[in-house]
């Protein structure tokens, strides 16, 4: 009940974002006018919104600036660093396709969206890091599922946020959200998981966020026997999350990589300097300047 829910209307061209960006500079002017203590909604949601906004248009700009990226990874380091052919990689893919790693919100989430084609920002961000980190699969495989099933798909934001969420850019943090942490903060009495995940329905608060840790006797009487009515994790997450954050770091340490770190920067990092609503990041300004000197002074030479 979240959201504006305006992204599919967008993708299909219902709506035009310039329209969507009038109505919200409009409603951001009559708040303006209204006493804060009756206003419907916070100026800084309002802001927040256009800002999405802008951030739309960045993306698919990255698209078309550089078609490859649907195909390839921002910095080529990482263009083979997931097995994408194996029979195991597959069973893993399938399982996080159709809701059963025995993750219950990652499960919850990847049914809905099957059902709906809808799901908000946070979830995609957290189905994509499973799927990148936990199960280490290919950006490429994972992404081409939820591609599907988005019914708000949009090929310049959806392959850059795959990338980003992946850890494949190499400029952005690495995102590794913990799934289990994910369904206690954002579904507490597990509400969202017995709707999209009914053989869990009977499992009281307790265990809901992780029912392989129910004890044996308990289950016969919850209608749930794990690994029968509902399967047990797909791997330890923690340890997968830590292996997966070692591979990363290996990959960044290899030769070369900084300085193709800095074309992509150069390229695709943001250019909202200071005082214009970006937060300060010095070490990335720094990356950034560096990255255009030395672009600059292959202009210069002769021999490009």
């Not at 256009?50 to 380091?77: G, N, Y």
Request: aromatic residues 10%.
């Amino acid at each position: 009940d979240a959201c504006s829910r305006l992204s599919a209307h967008l993708a299909f061209g219902n709506i035009s974002m310039r329209e969507v960006v009038h109505a919200a500079y409009y409603k951001r002017v009559t708040l303006s006018e209204i006493p804060k203590e009756q206003r419907d909604y916070d100026l800084r949601a309002v802001d927040a919104f256009i800002a999405r906004l802008h951030w739309h248009c960045h993306f698919i700009q990255k698209l078309e600036d550089e078609p490859s990226v649907e195909h390839h990874t921002f910095h080529p380091a990482f263009e083979n660093a997931r097995v994408t052919d194996s029979i195991d990689s597959e069973k893993r893919l399938d399982a996080w396709a159709h809701g059963t790693t025995g993750w219950p919100f990652v499960d919850a989430c990847m049914r809905s969206l099957r059902h709906t084609g809808w799901i908000n920002f946070r979830m995609r961000a957290m189905l994509v890091a499973v799927a990148s980190y936990h199960l280490w699969l290919d950006w490429r495989r994972s992404g081409q599922v939820l591609a599907r099933l988005f019914t708000d798909y949009e090929p310049g934001i959806h392959w850059s946020q795959t990338q980003m969420q992946s850890g494949t850019t190499a400029i952005n943090t690495l995102r590794i959200y913990n799934p289990i942490k994910q369904s206690k903060d954002q579904d507490p009495n597990g509400q969202f998981i017995r709707e999209w995940v009914p053989e869990l329905r009977d499992v009281p608060n307790e265990y809901i966020h992780e029912p392989w840790t129910m004890p044996p006797l308990m289950q016969p009487e919850l209608g749930v026997k794990m690994g029968a009515d509902y399967p047990d994790p797909i791997t330890d997450h923690i340890q997968a999350a830590k292996d997966a954050r070692a591979k990363i770091s290996e990959i960044r340490r290899t030769e070369g990589f900084r300085d193709e770190q800095l074309k992509v920067l150069a390229k695709h990092g943001s250019r909202k300097g200071r005082g214009q609503g970006r937060r300060s990041f010095p070490k990335q300004d720094r990356m950034i300047k560096s990255a255009q000197a030395k672009r600059v002074k292959s202009q210069l030479q002769l021999d490009l």
